[in-house]
Each structure stands twice: as structure tokens, then as C-alpha cells.
């Protein structure tokens, strides 16, 4: 079982930024690509961005690509999603997911493991 920890998150003014992180202590945290997913009140979780096991590859959703930059530090057993220009739509339950197979895909279904979550409120 990996357990995935999402810490970062708060609230900010539109505009602004935050960097969230997921952390585990899994020591195959190489062996997963690794993903963020958010989910707003009311809505179905949402694919944001993917990494691959050797942060090589990075995949994003439309509505978040050049504001948002995923990356990965294996030493460090740790994933980051940095958050710029934030808008009120950014509004969510951010996770962070774990994928043991080598296909891309944004579904969540697909994900292993999920951290608990972390909010992100932008205010207008």
C-alpha cells in the first residue's frame, strides 16, 4: 500500500500562486508515474497534469497548460504541482494519484493510490 500525502495547499487571490506537494515513503516511488487530479463541489474529479517515473514526460489539461508546471524529485520520494496565474475555476479538492502502469491516461480510475487531498481556494 502507498500512501501518498498532499500538503500546500490554502487560500490565495486570483492571480496568485502556491506549489502543492505529495510526498510518500514509499521507496518505489520510481516505479510510478504520478498524477494531480482536482475536484470542485459538485463536480466529477478532474485530470490536471501527469508526470512520468523519470519526470521526462509531463501531460496537462488544456485549461491549465502555462500556469501550471508538474515535476518530481525520486530522491526525495516527492511530487510538485506549482500553481501560477490562479483563477477562481482553479477552486478545488486537489490529489495526488499514483500509476503503476506505463500507459498515459487521465482517468481516475486508472490510479492506484490517492492521497487524501488538499484545498486551493482562489478568491476573485
Known amino acids: 500500500q502507498v500512501q501518498l500525502v498532499e500538503s500546500g495547499g490554502g487560500l490565495v487571490q486570483a492571480g496568485g500562486s502556491l506549489r502543492l506537494s505529495c510526498a510518500t515513503s514509499?521507496?518505489?516511488?520510481?516505479?510510478?508515474?504520478m498524477g494531480w487530479f482536482r475536484q470542485a463541489p459538485g463536480k466529477e474529479r478532474e485530470f490536471v497534469a501527469r508526470?512520468?517515473?523519470?519526470?521526462?514526460?509531463?501531460y496537462y489539461v488544456d485549461s491549465v497548460k502555462g500556469r501550471f508546471t508538474i515535476s518530481r524529485d525520486n530522491a526525495k520520494n516527492t511530487v510538485y504541482l506549482q500553481m501560477n496565474s490562479l483563477k477562481p475555476e482553479d477552486t478545488a479538492v486537489y490529489y495526488c494519484?499514483?500509476?503503476?502502469?506505463?500507459?498515459?491516461?487521465?482517468?481516475?480510475?486508472?490510479?492506484?493510490?490517492w492521497g487524501q487531498g488538499t484545498q486551493v481556494t482562489v478568491s476573485s
Open positions: 494519484a499514483a500509476d503503476s502502469s506505463l500507459v498515459r491516461t487521465t482517468i481516475p480510475s486508472r490510479y492506484n493510490y
Open positions: 514509499e521507496r518505489t516511488f520510481s516505479s510510478y508515474a
Open positions: 508526470i512520468s517515473r523519470s519526470g521526462g514526460s509531463t
